[in-house]
């Protein structure tokens, strides 16, 4: 057991030495602004047909599993709001980044721990590159940018999927459906779920890159450091979530 605390807590600091070195390699001159566009290309162009998707799908049966309890108790006009909400809090934000933590954190495992076996990133230094702020901060930086805009992205197709889905069984009117959407909304259900995206976008980034940078060698570790770069980061996900919850709740009423 104290061998395993060991472990964790040694894992925990050279992550956060990891990140700490983000930070100052950022402000440093000589930004790499094409290896940064082509990242924001790969993680947010190349996500949008799986979270549309999953997006539509999530309203769709948020829609079709609560309209029966609504109806219930006839309250099936605030379906809208209750999808709404519930998209645009918790599940959109919390679903996205789980996606992007499978597609994105392990891609990025798995394309820098190649190049760590395959002594490109040693080769760069050789070659006066840096390869932390070439391949790190580029790529850190794209998923803390791109992570939020995906979440609004899945927030408006989920909110359609619930229009969908509230159409199977009953006539809804589009501008009415966005007009009970709209009026539900307040800036403290919306202004926290997107900050805190931007806290997962770059977890997901700098832990696929960390596990990346840390692969030894042979191949095998290259699929280690992808499974370790999905784990770690779906985790640090959901410890996110928990902390902006308890924030969010502790500052304003909900």
Do not use: W
């Not at 047909?49 to 079709?64: A, K, S, Y």
């Not at 809090?89 to 789980?98: F, K, Y």
């Not at 770690?232 to 996900?237: Q, R, W």
């Amino acid at each position: 057991m104290e061998r395993y605390l060991k472990k964790q807590l040694t894992l925990v600091g050279s992550i956060t030495s990891f990140s700490l070195r983000f930070f100052k390699e950022i402000f440093k001159p000589g930004f790499e602004f094409k290896e940064f566009i082509r990242q924001c290309f790969t993680v947010g162009y190349q996500s949008l047909p799986l979270v549309t998707i999953t997006g539509f799908i999530m309203g769709l049966v948020l829609t079709i599993q609560s309209r029966p309890t609504m109806a219930r108790f006839g309250a099936e006009s605030l379906i809208p709001s209750m999808v709404s909400l519930s998209l645009i809090r918790e599940i959109a934000p919390v679903i996205t980044a789980l996606i992007c933590a499978g597609r994105v954190s392990s891609g990025i495992g798995a394309e820098l721990g190649s190049m760590k076996v395959t002594e490109q990133i040693d080769a760069m230094e050789v070659s006066a590159i840096n390869p932390y702020r070439y391949l790190v901060v580029s790529r850190t930086l794209a998923t803390t940018l791109m992570i939020p805009l995906l979440v609004i992205y899945t927030d408006l197709i989920g909110i359609i999927g619930g229009f969908i889905g509230l159409n199977m069984h009953s006539e809804s009117n589009l501008v009415h459906y966005f007009s009970h959407v709209f009026e539900s909304l307040e800036y403290v259900d919306i202004l926290p779920a997107i900050i805190k995206t931007f806290f997962f976008g770059f977890f997901i980034g700098i832990i696929g890159c960390y596990e990346g940078f840390n692969a030894s060698s042979g191949t095998k570790s290259v699929g280690k450091a992808a499974n370790s770069a999905v784990v770690l980061a779906s985790l640090m996900i959901f410890i996110i979530d928990l902390i902006a919850v308890q924030i969010t709740d502790l500052f304003f009423e909900l």
